[in-house]
C-alpha cells in the first residue's frame, strides 16, 4: 500500500517540477521585462523631453517597439523569449491578415488579346465568384463553355483543350501565391517582426501573423507593395578589402597614410600574437564582419545575426561614411548559417548601389536537373531590351560575380562565366532542388502576375491586449478564491484537498501549454478560468458519493473506496464528451478560438488528473494513518 | 453542510409541466428570431470595425454626430471601454458611390498641391481602388510616398513592373479614421483594435461554425448511443438543441435591451455555444450514468421510479458543480472585459439551460420514449 502511494506521489511531485521547468522561462522572460522597462525609463523621458509634440501614445508605441527588439535580439534574453508561453495577436497585439490572389486580374493579364467580350465574360466570372465556392478559372471556362468560346480563343494555343488551359491556369494561380509568399516572408524578415507567421492557406490564400506590429498602415503597405529584383555587380576583394580596411582603421580611432595593403599584411601577423580582446579593439570592423578568405580573394563576410543592428550603426557613423564610396553597399545574404554552437551567420556581400538590370525583363524561369551533371540548375529567359542589357553587362564583367538581390537581400551571386548574347541564362551552383526552386521563384518574383488583396485582417493595438491580461487574470484569481471558499464551506477538509487540486489542474495546464509551444489567447485565458469552475466537478461527484455511502452505513475506508470507484464510469464518460467537443472546435476554430479549444482540452484532462490522482493520493494517505477526513 | 440530503421529488411525473414551459419558451424564441433575426457580428457578417481610444474623455453622440456628416451612412457608434474609447462599425464592404468623389478629389487635390503640374493618368478607377500612372518610377515613388503620409493606403503597383504606377486603396476605416483625425485635432486618438471581413470569409466562418455544432452533436449522438442506449442518446441531443436554442433566443430578445451588454453571434459565441453543448452533455451524462446504475441493481422497480430516484441521487452534484462553474462565469461577466462579455453571457444562460435540460428534457424524453413504445429498457 504504502509502496504504491510512494509511486504516485513521486508522478505527482514529477509532473509538478516538470511544469515549474517549463514555467521558468516564461517567468524569467517576464522579470528581463519589467528590467529592460525599467532600463527605458530614462530613454522614455528623454523621447518626451526632445519631442514635447509627440502623443504620449506614440511615445508608448516606440517604447514597446524598442522593448521588443531588445528582447529578442539579446541573446541573454533570447532563450528565455523563444521557450516562453506565446501570447496570441489579442493578447500582445498585433496584426492577423488574409490574403488572396485576384485570379480575375490574373486572367485579365494572360490572356492573350482580350476583347470587350472577353472582359464582359471575366467580369461576370469575378461577382459571380463573389459569393460562390468555385474558383474565378472554373466559373469562366464554364461560362465561356455556354457561350460555345473555346478556352484556345484566349489561352494557349489552338490544340490545346479547355481541360489543358484551365489546368495551366490554375497552377499558374498557385504559382502567383507561392511567389507572393516568398517576396512577404523576405519583407517581414526584414522589418523585424519577431516570430512571425505566414502560411498558405487552400490553393489561393495567404495567412499572415505579424505580432506586436503597432503600425498596421506600414505593415499592410510593406505585403503589398511591388517587390523588386534587382541584379548587382560584386564588388572584387582588390577594391573592397583596401575600403573595409579603412572602415577598421577609423573606427579603431587610428587614421594613418600608410597604404590599405601594406595593413592588410601587418594586421595578418600580428593576428597571431594578438588576444581576442586586444583584436576586437584594434579591429572593431573584422571583429564584426569575419573575411570568409583569410587569404582575402574574396571580400564576402561573415556577420552573426545579433551583430547585424550594431554593424549598421557602425557603417552610419559621419566618420565612416567618409571612407566608404557612396556607389557601393553592403548586403546580406536571405538565409543564415548555423555554426557548430548554434551561432547564426549571415554572408555579407559589398555590391555596387546602383542596379545593372531589374527584373521586370526576365520573362520566365525554370529550376531543373542538368542532363550531364545531374545537379540543379536555373534557366531563366529575358525580353528583347534585357537581353541587349544583359549582353553587354555580361561581356563587360566576365569572371565577375553578380548578385541576385530581392527586395535588399541576395539569393545567389553566380559567376558570370561567358557574354550571354540571348538573354537565355543559366544559373549554376544550387546546392539542390529546394534551393534551385526558390531562386526560380525569386527571379520571376520581379514582375508579380496579379495583385494581392487583403480579404481579412484584423489589429490589435497592445494596450488593449494588456487590458485583457489583466482583466483574464483578475477573473482567474477572484473566480479561484470564491470557489475555494465555497468548497471549504460546504465539503470542510475534503473540499481544501479538491482546491488544492485545482491548482496544480492551473499549474499542468500552463505547464502543457509551454511543452507545446501553444499560444494563449484571451478566449485561452477564458477556458482556463471556466475549466477551474469545472475542475472541481469530479470530486463533487466523489464527495456526493462517499457522503451517500457513509449513511449507508459503511466504513470510512470503504466509503472513500467505493465514492472512487463508482463515480468513475461518470466522470469518465462525461469528460470524453467535452474532450471530443473540445476537438471539433479546435478543428472548426480559427485563431482566439482554437486557443480556447486547447487551453478546454488540456483543462479536462489536467484537472482529472489533479482531481483523481492527487486528491486520491490525500485521501490514501490520511487514511493509511488511520485517521478520517471531514467530507461535510 | 448538506443542500439536498435525502431529498425525494418526482421530477418525472412532472415531466409535461416542462415540457410546456420549454416549448412555450422555444416557441417564442424562434418566433422572435424569425421576427427581429439575430445579430451577427462582423467576423460572420462582413464589414470593418474600428476600436479607437482617445486621450481625452469625448462625448458619444458628438463623435456619432460627426461621423453621420462623413455619409457612409449606416456606421454604428458605440462606446467601447471606458470614457475615452469609442467602437466604430460599417457593414459596407466598400465606399458608397456617394462619397466617392469625395474621396477621389481629396486624393487628386493632394497630389496637385504637393506636385504642381504633374503629368498623371488614372488607369484603373474602382470603388476599391484607384490606380495612377505617372511619368517614370521615381516620381511614383514620391508620389506613393506623400499620399501615405497623408493617410492614404499606398504602394506602387505590384503587378506592373515599370514601377511607374500606385494603387491607391480606399477602405472604409481609412476614410473614417481620415476624417476623424481632422476632426479630432485637438483630442488625438490611437487604434485599439481594427477589423475587416470580406463577404466570402463571413460566408465561410458561418458555413464552418455550423457544421461545426452539427458535428459536436452527431459525435455526441454516436458516442451516448454507444455508451448507452440510442434512445438515451437521442434524448440527450434533443437536450442539447432545446440549449442551443433557448440561448440564442436570449440573444435575440435581449440584444440591445441591457446597456453594456453587446449580444452578437460572433465567433466567440460559437465557442461558447460548443462549450455550452459539452457542458450540458456532462451533466446529461451523470444523470444517465446513475440511470444506469439503478437500473442494473432494481431491476424490478419501473423505469420512471429509477429515473426519479437517480436524479434525486445526483441533485447535491448537479447543484454543487453549476454554482461553482457558475461563480466563475459571473465572474467572467463582470471582471472579463468587452471582449468576452457576450461569450460569458451565452454560458450563463447555457448552464442554467444546460442542468435544467438533462433533467426535464433528456431524461424525461427518454422516459417518454420507453413509455409509448412500451420497451423495456434494460443494461
Not at chain 1, 210 to 226: F, H
Not at chain 1, 357 to 377: F, K, M, N, Y
Not at chain 1, 466 to 472: P, R, V
Not at chain 2, 69 to 86: N, R, Y
Amino acid at each position: 500500500m504504502m509502496k504504491e502511494l510512494r509511486f504516485r506521489l513521486i508522478l505527482i511531485l514529477a509532473f509538478i517540477g516538470l511544469s515549474l521547468y517549463l514555467l521558468y522561462p516564461t517567468f524569467q522572460d517576464s522579470q528581463n521585462s519589467k528590467s529592460v522597462s525599467e532600463a527605458l525609463k530614462p530613454v522614455e523621458a528623454m523621447i518626451k523631453k526632445n519631442n514635447p509634440d509627440l502623443t504620449p501614445s506614440k511615445v508608448q508605441d516606440m517604447i514597446a517597439s524598442k522593448k521588443d527588439s531588445i528582447l529578442s535580439n539579446n541573446p541573454d534574453y533570447r532563450t528565455a523569449r523563444e521557450k516562453r508561453i506565446k501570447l496570441g495577436l489579442d493578447l500582445q497585439g498585433g496584426m492577423y491578415l488574409v490574403m488572396e490572389v485576384n485570379t480575375a486580374k490574373l486572367l485579365e493579364k494572360l490572356a492573350k488579346d482580350p476583347d470587350q467580350q472577353y472582359l464582359d465574360i471575366l467580369k461576370k466570372a469575378e461577382a459571380e465568384s463573389k459569393d460562390s465556392e468555385e474558383n474565378v478559372v472554373g466559373i469562366l471556362a464554364r461560362m465561356m463553355k455556354e457561350k460555345g468560346i473555346r478556352m484556345s480563343r484566349y489561352f494557349g494555343s489552338i490544340r490545346e483543350d479547355d481541360a489543358r488551359i484551365v489546368a495551366r491556369l490554375q497552377e499558374q494561380e498557385t504559382d502567383a501565391v507561392t511567389r507572393a509568399i516568398e517576396i512577404i516572408r523576405n519583407r517581414v524578415d526584414q522589418y523585424g517582426v519577431s516570430e512571425p507567421s505566414i502560411q498558405k492557406q487552400g490553393s489561393r490564400r495567404i495567412v499572415i501573423e505579424l505580432p506586436g506590429i503597432s503600425r498596421e498602415e506600414e505593415a499592410r503597405r510593406l505585403l503589398q507593395g511591388r517587390a523588386l529584383l534587382e541584379f548587382k555587380l560584386v564588388k572584387d576583394a582588390s577594391f573592397a578589402i583596401p575600403i573595409m580596411n579603412r572602415i577598421d582603421e577609423v573606427l579603431a580611432g587610428k587614421v594613418t597614410d600608410s597604404t590599405a595593403t601594406a595593413k592588410t599584411d601587418k594586421a595578418t601577423n600580428k593576428n597571431q600574437k594578438l588576444t581576442d580582446e586586444q583584436f576586437a579593439k584594434e579591429h572593431p570592423f573584422f571583429t564584426i564582419a569575419r573575411l570568409i578568405d583569410p587569404q582575402g580573394r574574396v571580400a564576402d563576410a561573415y556577420v552573426k545575426d545579433i551583430d547585424r543592428a550594431k554593424l549598421s550603426g557602425l557603417l552610419a557613423r559621419e566618420e565612416v561614411k567618409k571612407v566608404l564610396p557612396d556607389n557601393v553597399e553592403f548586403l546580406y545574404d536571405n538565409q543564415s548559417i548555423t555554426d557548430p554552437n548554434g551561432e547564426k551567420f549571415y554572408r555579407m556581400y559589398m555590391v555596387n548601389k546602383e542596379a545593372e538590370l531589374t527584373g521586370g525583363v526576365i520573362t520566365d524561369a525554370r529550376a531543373e536537373i542538368d542532363q550531364t551533371t545531374g545537379s540543379p540548375e536555373v534557366t531563366m529567359q529575358m525580353n528583347g531590351d534585357g537581353a541587349r542589357e544583359w549582353s553587354r553587362i555580361t561581356g563587360a564583367n566576365i569572371d565577375k560575380r553578380c548578385a541576385v538581390v530581392l527586395d535588399g537581400k541576395v539569393y545567389t551571386a553566380p559567376t558570370i562565366i561567358n557574354k550571354i548574347p540571348t538573354g537565355s541564362s543559366r544559373i549554376t551552383g544550387s546546392a539542390n532542388m529546394d534551393e534551385a526552386k526558390l531562386l526560380e521563384i525569386v527571379l520571376k518574383a520581379g514582375a508579380l502576375p496579379a495583385p494581392v488583396d487583403i480579404i481579412a485582417e484584423s489589429a490589435v493595438g497592445p494596450s488593449l491586449g494588456q487590458d485583457s491580461i489583466s482583466q483574464g487574470f483578475n477573473s482567474g484569481w477572484i473566480g479561484y478564491l470564491v470557489v475555494a471558499l465555497f468548497m471549504i464551506f460546504y465539503y470542510k477538509t475534503a473540499g481544501s484537498f479538491a482546491d488544492l487540486g485545482v491548482i496544480m489542474t492551473v499549474l499542468l495546464t500552463f505547464g502543457v501549454l509551454s511543452a507545446f509551444h501553444a499560444t494563449l489567447t484571451l478566449p485561452g485565458i477564458a477556458g482556463i478560468v471556466l475549466s477551474m469552475g469545472m475542475a472541481v466537478d469530479a470530486n463533487v461527484l466523489i464527495y456526493e458519493r462517499i457522503r451517500e455511502e457513509l449513511a449507508s452505513g459503511k466504513t470510512f475506508k470503504a466509503a472513500v473506496d467505493a465514492g472512487f470507484k463508482v463515480s468513475l464510469s461518470a466522470i469518465f464518460d462525461s469528460n470524453i464528451v467535452t474532450l471530443l467537443t473540445g476537438i471539433i472546435l479546435y478543428q472548426f476554430g480559427s485563431g482566439p478560438v482554437q486557443g480556447f479549444a486547447l487551453t478546454l482540452m488540456i483543462g479536462i484532462v489536467t484537472s482529472l488528473f489533479s482531481q483523481l490522482v492527487l486528491v486520491r493520493v490525500i485521501f490514501d494517505y490520511i487514511n493509511s494513518k488511520g485517521y478520517k477526513i471531514n467530507v461535510g | 453542510m448538506r443542500l439536498f440530503a435525502n431529498i425525494n421529488i418526482d421530477f418525472m411525473g412532472k415531466r409535461s409541466i416542462f415540457f410546456l414551459i420549454s416549448g412555450i419558451i422555444i416557441l417564442l424564441g424562434v418566433i422572435n428570431i424569425a421576427v427581429r433575426g439575430l445579430a451577427f457580428g462582423i467576423d460572420f457578417k462582413g464589414g470593418t470595425e474600428i476600436a479607437l481610444q482617445f486621450e481625452k474623455p469625448i462625448d458619444i453622440s458628438f463623435v456619432r454626430n460627426q461621423v453621420d456628416k462623413i455619409g457612409l451612412g449606416d456606421v454604428e457608434v458605440k462606446t467601447f471601454g471606458g470614457s475615452t474609447g469609442i467602437l466604430l462599425r460599417s457593414e459596407l464592404q466598400e465606399i458608397p458611390a456617394t462619397v466617392l468623389p469625395k474621396v477621389k478629389s481629396r486624393i487628386e487635390t493632394l497630389i496637385n498641391q504637393s506636385n504642381p503640374g504633374i503629368e498623371k493618368q488614372v488607369v484603373t478607377s474602382s470603388s476599391s481602388s484607384i490606380t495612377y500612372s505617372f511619368a517614370d518610377s521615381l516620381t511614383a515613388e514620391k508620389v506613393s510616398n506623400q499620399l501615405f503620409s497623408a493617410g492614404f493606403q499606398t504602394t506602387v503597383a505590384a503587378d506592373d513592373a515599370t514601377g511607374k504606377s500606385v494603387v491607391v486603396r480606399l477602405g472604409i476605416a481609412d476614410w473614417l479614421k481620415d476624417n476623424l483625425t481632422e476632426k479630432f485635432k485637438d483630442n488625438p486618438f490611437v487604434v485599439q483594435k481594427e477589423d475587416k471581413v470580406g463577404p466570402k470569409v463571413g460566408q465561410e466562418l458561418k458555413t464552418d461554425a455550423v457544421i461545426a455544432v452539427a458535428l459536436a452533436l452527431i459525435v455526441i449522438l454516436l458516442y451516448i448511443g454507444f455508451r448507452f442506449k440510442f434512445s438515451f442518446a437521442i434524448g440527450a441531443v434533443i437536450a442539447l438543441f432545446h440549449d442551443v436554442l433557448i440561448t440564442l433566443s436570449l440573444f435575440s430578445i435581449l440584444y440591445g435591451v441591457i446597456p453594456g451588454l453587446n449580444l452578437e453571434v460572433t465567433l466567440t459565441v460559437v465557442a461558447a455555444f460548443l462549450t455550452l453543448i459539452g457542458y450540458s452533455m456532462n451533466d446529461t451524462v451523470v444523470v444517465f450514468d446513475r440511470v444506469r446504475e439503478h437500473l442494473k441493481i432494481h431491476k424490478t422497480i419501473p423505469l420512471e421510479e429509477n429515473m426519479n430516484r437517480a436524479i434525486n441521487n445526483t441533485f447535491s452534484r448537479t447543484i454543487i458543480t453549476g454554482l461553482s462553474t457558475m461563480f466563475m462565469i459571473i465572474i467572467l461577466i463582470i471582471m472579463g472585459g468587452e471582449v468576452l462579455r457576450g461569450f460569458a453571457f451565452a454560458l450563463f444562460v447555457g448552464m442554467i439551460t444546460g442542468t435544467y435540460s438533462s433533467i426535464f428534457v433528456a431524461s424525461a424524453f427518454v422516459l417518454e420514449y420507453a413509455n409509448r413504445t412500451k420497451s423495456k429498457v434494460t443494461f
